[in-house]
T-cell receptor
Framework: EPEVTQTPSHQVTQMGQEVILRCVPI?????FYWYRQILGQKVEFLVS????????KSEIFDDQFSVERPDGSNFTLKIRSTKLEDSAMYFC????????????FGPGTRLTVL | GESVGLHLPTLSVQEGDNSIINCAYS??????FIWYKQESGKGPQFIID?????DKRQGQRVTVLLNKTVKHLSLQIAATQPGDSAVYFC???????????FGKGTLLTVNP
C-alpha cells in the first residue's frame, strides 16, 4: 500500500538555526499539507499546497515558514530561524483531488529546538 | 472561533466491551467529519469518515454517528481490543483545500 514518508524522524537543532523537513507524498496525490502537533496537544493545520503554490495557510505559518515542491516527488517545510516553541511533531499529509478522499499522513518528524 | 472539541479526554474499557468516543463541533459548513487514530509515535491514521448529509456510517467494527441538530459526532468501536488503545481525534474538513481541523483527542485504554 502506498504511504507518505518523512525524513528525518527526529531533528535536533539550536535556536535560530534553519531546518528543512522532508516529505514524499503518495505519487498520484495532488494536495499536500503540513500539520504540527505540540506534545500532548491536538494536531494543527499549518499550510496546504496545490498546483505548485500555497493554497491556504494558518496564523502559525508566518514568514519564518516556507514550503517547496522542488521536484515531482518531494515536499519540504523550511523553518528559517527556529524558536523554542517550534518544538513539535510535524506531519506531512496528502490527498487526491475530490471531496471524498481521505488525507494520508506520514509518520512525522519530531523537531526539538534547544 | 470555530472549533472541534471532545467531551472526554480519557476512556478506559475492558477488552471485549464496546467503546464510545464523543466529539462536539461548531462549524456547520464542514462537509466531512473524520475519525483518526493515533498510536504513540505515529501519524494519524484514518478510521472512518461521514459526509455531512448522512447520520450514520458503519465500517469494520466501527460506526460513526452524526447528529447535526446538536452538532455532535461519535465513534463506536465494537468488541474493543488491546490494539485499539490509542488517541482518537475527530476532525472536520471544509473549504476548497480540504484542510482538517482537529479536536483535542481522547485517549482510549483497553484493559485485558
Amino acid at each position: 500500500e502506498p504511504e507518505v514518508t518523512q525524513t528525518p524522524s527526529h531533528q535536533v537543532t539550536q535556536m535560530g538555526q534553519e531546518v528543512i523537513l522532508r516529505c514524499v507524498p503518495i505519487s498520484n496525490h495532488l494536495y499536500f499539507y503540513w500539520y504540527r502537533q505540540i506534545l500532548g496537544q491536538k494536531v494543527e493545520f499549518l499550510v496546504s499546497f496545490y498546483n505548485n503554490e500555497i493554497s491556504e495557510k494558518s496564523e502559525i505559518f508566518d514568514d519564518q515558514f516556507s514550503v517547496e515542491r522542488p521536484d515531482g516527488s518531494n515536499f519540504t517545510l523550511k523553518i528559517r530561524s527556529t524558536k523554542l516553541e517550534d518544538s513539535a511533531m510535524y506531519f506531512c499529509a496528502s490527498t487526491t483531488a475530490g471531496s471524498g478522499n481521505e488525507q494520508f499522513f506520514g509518520p512525522g518528524t519530531r523537531l526539538t529546538v534547544l | 472561533g470555530e472549533s472541534v472539541g471532545l467531551h472526554l479526554p480519557t476512556l478506559s474499557v475492558q477488552e471485549g466491551d464496546n467503546s464510545i468516543i464523543n466529539c462536539a463541533y461548531s462549524n456547520s459548513a464542514s462537509d466531512y467529519f473524520i475519525w483518526y487514530k493515533q498510536e504513540s509515535g505515529k501519524g494519524p491514521q484514518f478510521i472512518i469518515d461521514i459526509r455531512s448529509n448522512m447520520d450514520k456510517r458503519q465500517g469494520q467494527r466501527v460506526t460513526v454517528l452524526l447528529n447535526k441538530t446538536v452538532k455532535h459526532l461519535s465513534l463506536q468501536i465494537a468488541a474493543t481490543q488491546p490494539g485499539d488503545s490509542a488517541v482518537y481525534f475527530c476532525a472536520e474538513r471544509g473549504g476548497s483545500n480540504y484542510k482538517l481541523t482537529f479536536g483535542k483527542g481522547t485517549l482510549l485504554t483497553v484493559n485485558p
